[in-house]
T-cell receptor
Framework: DTEVTQTPKHLVMGMTNKKSLKCEQH?????MYWYKQKAKKPPELMFV???????INESVPSRFSPECPNSSLLNLHLHALQPEDSALYLC????????????????FGAGTRLSVL | SQQGEEDPQALSIQEGENATMNCSYK?????LQWYRQNSGRGLVHLIL?????REKHSGRLRVTLDTSKKSSSLLITASRAADTASYFC????????????FGTGTRLQVTL
């Protein structure tokens, strides 16, 4: 099973709402990632979790709050978002450490298309 | 920005032709990977080339790497309409552990 599952597929929220994005993988990967992608742009890294601990925060505004409850699940809690936060949010997973043999190949979910009104 | 540059930004070819896209990056790397993204979907890993390798093949894909020029190319031979997608190079830079840095991407359109 090489699947990363993201829910929901689409989300529309107002600027005062609180919502959560969910990501799940059962490949035994111990690194999980959140990316933000705007149209016709590459993915931008937001957060990296390694062994359920936050290892990288790319200076993301506090209205985005990640959580890794266990090795298979990754959440992104959203609160008081702005219209410019509308984007495709991608989750990915990989083996966590510098791995000379596997090279940090990342497996991506299909994404959540978020619209902030 | 550490982001790599890809060219062309967009490429339109006919089915059966070859497609070549190029990637340049800025720092020393452990490896370089290519990913494909169908419209509005997740990315799919295609191929990985390590910093000590110069060329790699996988099916209809051929990747080259020139670390002296900090550049890579992806060749798709005998293209098909199903190859229509955006293609991104991604580098795992030395010292950055689990982090990949993605290039700006090439949008490939293959017409019948």
């Amino acid at each position: 099973d090489t699947e990363v599952t993201q829910t929901p597929k689409h989300l529309v929220m107002g600027m005062t709402n609180k919502k959560s994005l969910k990501c799940e993988q059962h490949m035994g990967h111990r690194a999980m990632y959140w990316y933000k992608q705007k149209a016709k742009k590459p993915p931008e890294l937001m957060f990296v979790y390694s062994y359920e601990k936050l290892s990288i925060n790319e200076s993301v505004p506090s209205r985005f709050s990640p959580e890794c409850p266990n090795s298979s699940l990754l959440n992104l809690h959203l609160h008081a978002l702005q219209p410019e936060d509308s984007a495709l949010y991608l989750c990915a997973s990989s083996q966590p450490l510098p791995d000379r043999f596997r090279g940090n190949i990342q497996y991506f979910g299909a994404g959540t298309r978020l619209s902030v009104l | 920005s550490q982001q790599g540059e890809e060219d062309p930004q967009a490429l339109s070819i006919q089915e059966g032709e070859n497609a070549t896209m190029n990637c340049s990056y800025k720092t020393s790397i452990n490896n370089l990977q290519w990913y494909r993204q169908n419209s509005g979907r997740g990315l799919v890993h295609l191929i990985l080339i390590r910093s000590n390798e110069r060329e790699k093949h996988s099916g209809r894909l051929r990747v080259t790497l020139d670390t002296s020029k900090k550049s890579s190319s992806l060749l798709i031979t005998a293209s098909r309409a199903a190859d229509t997608a955006s293609y991104f190079c991604a580098t795992r830079n030395t010292g950055t552990a689990s982090k990949l840095t993605f290039g700006t991407g090439t949008r490939l359109q293959v017409t019948l």
